[in-house]
């Protein structure tokens, strides 16, 4: 199975391109957590389960950068069963976030508050993760 858990700047700036950013995003996360969240420094989180750091820590510091850009936490869900997909792929939760543009989606990620107070319980708690930029369909 192939892991990533950081943001690839080069596909950041492909779906910048991609379409306009004049309507609402849906971003689709597939989570895998870590047993144990792993902290680079220890200061930045006492030792927990990955789903304690990134529910617990990363996802109220997220909220509280985000409170201003007007997002909607869509669906959360914890994974029953994987019926399509490759040999030892696993999931634990799939949560969907509507972002009122993909800018703002990018002042989240980017800005200092998010890189100081989120990311690193999203490091710590993350052992696998796909991040994927969607719009709705007219019906």
């Known amino acids: 199975m192939v892991t990533a858990t950081k943001i690839n700047e080069a596909a950041v700036q492909s779906a910048t391109n991609t379409g306009k950013d004049d309507g609402p995003v849906f971003m689709v996360n597939f989570l895998r957590f870590k ?28 909220r509280n950068i985000a409170a201003s ?21 696993l999931w634990d939760v799939v949560g969907i976030v509507e972002y009122p543009s993909f800018a703002a989606f990018r002042r989240i990620t980017e800005c200092a508050a998010y890189y100081a107070d989120a990311l690193p319980h999203r490091n710590a708690a993350l052992e696998n993760w796909r991040l994927i930029k969607t719009s709705k369909m007219v019906s």
């Open 35 to 62: 047993e144990r969240a792993e902290y680079d420094d220890p200061a930045q989180g006492a030792p927990c389960p990955g789903r304690e750091a990134y529910f617990e820590r990363y996802v109220p510091a997220f």
């Open 69 to 89: 850009e007007g997002i909607n936490v869509f669906f959360v869900s914890n994974v029953q069963s994987i019926l399509v997909a490759p040999e030892g792929e």
